[in-house]
T-cell receptor, first 115, second 113 residues
Framework: NAGVMQNPRHLVRRRGQEARLRCSPVKGHSHVYWYRQLPEEGLKFMVY????????ESGMPKERFSAEFPKEGPSILRIQQVVRGDSAAYFC?????????????FGQGTRLTVV | GENVGLHLPTLSVQEGDNSIINCAYS??????FIWYKQESGKGPQFIID?????DKRQGQRVTVLLNKTVKHLSLQIAATQPGDSAVYFCAENSMEYGNKLVFGAGTILRVKS
């Protein structure tokens, strides 16, 4: 859905650098989800945030990864000290309410390449 | 659950034929299901959804069938077109999953002209 904006679309980082991925949800949406996708695989859930709160981070590695969704501004997925295995497409989705029966709209993703 | 590390199955169909894409979901408590289409280099795009109190829902050229007894979901595409070529994912949602979408492994649909 064109309403979810992710940037950058492509990001190249050397091993050990930090990667910052941004996601602006659909206007009015206060729920954001981050997913990771390896080539020819499905989307794996990482973290679910509501404004200023992390609701569920069960899919996010405990080390080096963090996410935030501040009151103002986009949601940020931060990966510190990147390694080659972090290379993947990272997708953000947003919805306007919590609960099941809620459609989530996806952005175009950020493709991270670690060299 | 989530199928990670598996290569995606491929369905090849002739243009104009009907396509049926299948998905086995994992949680009998899931109460909402969505089919997404993902084209190369793009994000997943919503196609159609269905709630667990229904067993069939129709959209434009697409139909989703839900069989809760065997935890099976299918997507039927009528008169398949070259533009339908993509990877198709089913996703399930439930309170047990904390209201996050859990995706299946995906199926590659190739339409031959």
């Amino acid at each position: 859905n064109a309403g979810v904006m992710q940037n950058p679309r492509h990001l190249v980082r050397r091993r050990g650098q930090e990667a910052r991925l941004r996601c602006s949800p659909v206007k009015g949406h206060s729920h954001v989800y981050w997913y990771r996708q390896l080539p020819e695989e499905g989307l794996k859930f990482m973290v679910y945030l509501q404004k200023e709160n992390i609701i569920d981070e069960s899919g996010m590695p405990k080390e080096r990864f963090s996410a935030e969704f501040p009151k103002e501004g986009p949601s940020i997925l931060r990966i510190q000290q990147v390694v080659r295995g972090d290379s993947a497409a990272y997708f953000c989705a947003s919805s306007n309410k919590r609960g099941s029966n809620t459609e989530a709209f996806f952005g175009q993703g950020t493709r991270l390449t670690v060299v | 659950g989530e199928n990670v590390g598996l290569h995606l199955p491929t369905l090849s169909v002739q243009e104009g034929d009907n396509s049926i894409i299948n998905c086995a979901y994992s949680n009998s408590a899931s109460d909402y299901f969505i089919w997404y289409k993902q084209e190369s280099g793009k994000g997943p795009q919503f196609i159609i959804d269905i709630r667990s109190n229904m067993d069939k829902r129709q959209g434009q050229r697409v139909t989703v069938l839900l069989n809760k007894t065997v935890k099976h979901l299918s997507l039927q595409i009528a008169a398949t077109q070259p533009g339908d070529s993509a990877v198709y994912f089913c996703a399930e949602n439930s309170m047990e999953y904390g209201n996050k979408l859990v995706f299946g492994a995906g199926t590659i649909l190739r339409v031959k002209s």
